[in-house]
């Protein structure tokens, strides 16, 4: 068996701050450039196209693809959602004050759904701009990332409760606590087998929840890895960015965990995604690895 091949792509100056990446319905890749304020699009041929924010600023976090054809993501720096077309238009959709969008997802019923940072919120947005709130039943929880669910309903990690979370379209909340105290959850992603996949970036775990609530958390073999992002492996298993360790990470279906190196020191993985053309994910120093799995 082959060794899984790396190699990094440039896509913007050290200082913007790739963060989060989804394939978008032209076939190209889109990222949040954090730090610089703006969106990337890597072409299928390797080209570059990056698209400011408008209005400027905004702090970026996480973009998927809408079904609206459209690419949606939060933007944390100014309570907004936005959107921009594959060719490039921008519109916004105004949250409440304080919100702190960070994660965002498309929901069973055609919206979008978005984790609220530092409102202890969970909200709602349809592609015409309408917003709903649904408060969460504890404070301080940090609602980070989201993602839809196998069962109608929307799942989120909340990193200072220590626990995930579950939202129903009626906006009914059920939340799970963790078995690790101070785990940290942060990535989350529906697996292949109808569960949530998760991972902890302060206990060093994956973790996974059934629809029905239980909970199971997988140690790493480096407990300082530090976890960051987790999409589902489409054969089995799942792909998870090891933030503290420069690596990229992945669970196969028999519970083997192997970690593969980033070509360059310190590259900060982020967002991570699955291709028909392998496993991509956004490096904080402006580049995008691209590993093409063992054959």
Sequence with gaps: MTTPEIREIPLA?????????????DGALWLTLVHSGAIAR??????????????????????????????????????????ISVDGDQRTVALPAGTGPGGIANGPDGALWYAGMTSDTIGRVDTDGG???????????????????SDDALWFTLNQA???GRIALDGTVTLHPLPTAN????????????????????AGQLG????????????????????????????????FTEWGA????????????????????????HGITVTTDGVWAALEIGAVAHLTPAA
Excluded at 13 to 25: L, R
Excluded at 48 to 74: C, E, K, M
Excluded at 131 to 149: D, H, N, Q, R, Y
Aim: negative net charge; aromatic residues 6%; charged residues 20%.
């Design 13 to 25: 100056e050290p200082g913007a701050g790739p963060y989060g990446i989804t394939p978008g319905p």
């Design 42 to 83: 890597l072409g299928v041929d390797g080209a570059v196209r990056t698209y400011p924010l408008d209005p400027a600023g905004g702090r970026p976090l996480i973009i998927t693809a809408g079904p609206d054809g459209a690419l949606w993501f939060t933007r944390s720096g100014d309570d907004r959602i936005g959107r």
């Design 131 to 149: 917003v709903e709130v649904f408060p969460l039943p504890t404070t301080g929880a940090f609602a980070s990332m989201i993602t839809a669910g």
């Design 162 to 164: 220590n626990a995930i």
């Design 183 to 202: 785990a940290g959850p942060v990535g989350i992603t529906l697996g292949g087998d109808g569960a949530i996949w998760f991972v902890e970036i302060t």
């Design 208 to 239: 996974r929840v059934t629809p029905d609530g239980e909970v199971t958390e997988i140690p790493l073999p480096d407990r300082a890895a530090r976890p960051h992002a987790i999409v589902a492996d489409p054969a089995g298993g799942a792909w």
């Design 246 to 269: 420069n690596r990229i990470g992945h669970l196969d279906p028999t519970g083997r965990i192997e970690s593969y190196p980033l070509p360059t020191p310190n590259a900060e993985p």
